[in-house]
């Protein structure tokens, strides 16, 4: 699978837009990009999932350039709430579904 | 509501004395997942069930056992639990279909302390 590399913190402020920026250089034809949230001392949570161009849900927007080789996590203004740890993940269809984490993005939104 | 569920939520164990983690789930899901995450790093993959087949990470110590013997549970035995095992246990569920990518569905997880 593809390795992925994002930032280790962001910081932000309430009402603002984060764009959450993941680099997947070797991702292959039959992988998905997909990104989960976690809080401390809970599991991961889906956020959104796509292939190519723009994903949006209730939740977060994902955009992905034609050469699939980043993606950005988009969270249209946060709250305090967001604060946690956002992960991109790339997902092979033929994989078993199966997740591998990279290290993460703590996102920390203050007032 | 349909959910994932694992007890207990923290468990003590001591050095060498083998301990069960339980995972339950009301999602009818035929895949289930166990995870390993230690304090400040990302869940790793120890080994996934689809329906009755068993798939081990290759990096899985032996130590790790799992077992699932219907739809709703899967368990996770440590035989001999060390402090290097210390962490949380995430138990994950999916709905696989062929040809298709389908979000994982997470447990409150297991924090195991070793003593």
């Excluded at chain 1, 993606?71 to 709430?81: A, D, H, I, M, W």
């Excluded at chain 2, 993959?45 to 056992?65: C, I, M, R, V």
């Excluded at chain 2, 001999?80 to 389908?102: E, K, Q």
Aim: with cysteine; charged share 15%; glycine share 6%.
């Amino acid at each position: 699978l593809a390795k992925t590399t994002q930032p280790i913190s962001m910081d932000s402020y309430e009402g603002q837009e984060v764009n959450i920026t993941c680099s997947h250089n070797n991702i292959a034809t039959n992988d998905y990009i997909t990104w989960y949230q976690q809080f401390p001392s809970q599991g991961p949570r889906f956020i959104i999932q796509g292939y190519k161009t723009k994903v949006t849900n209730e939740v977060a927007s994902l955009f992905i350039p034609a050469d699939r080789k980043s993606s950005t996590l988009s969270l249209p203004r946060v709250s305090l709430s967001d604060t946690a740890v956002y992960y991109c993940l790339v997902t092979n269809l033929g994989g078993g579904n199966k997740l591998t984490f990279g290290t993460g993005t703590q996102l920390k939104v203050e007032l | 509501d349909a959910m994932v569920i694992q007890n207990p939520r923290y468990q003590v164990t001591q050095f060498g004395k083998p301990v069960t983690l339980s995972c339950s789930q009301t999602l009818n899901h035929n895949v289930m997942y166990w995870y390993q995450q230690k304090s400040s790093q990302a869940p790793k993959l120890l080994f996934h069930y689809y329906d009755k087949d068993f798939n081990n990470e290759a990096d899985t110590p032996d130590n790790f056992q799992s077992r699932r013997p219907n739809t709703s549970f899967c368990f996770l035995d440590i035989r001999s639990p060390g402090l290097g095992d210390a962490a949380m246990y995430l138990c994950a569920t999916s709905s696989r279909t062929s040809g298709d990518y389908n979000e994982q569905f997470f447990g409150p997880g297991t924090r195991l302390t070793v003593l």
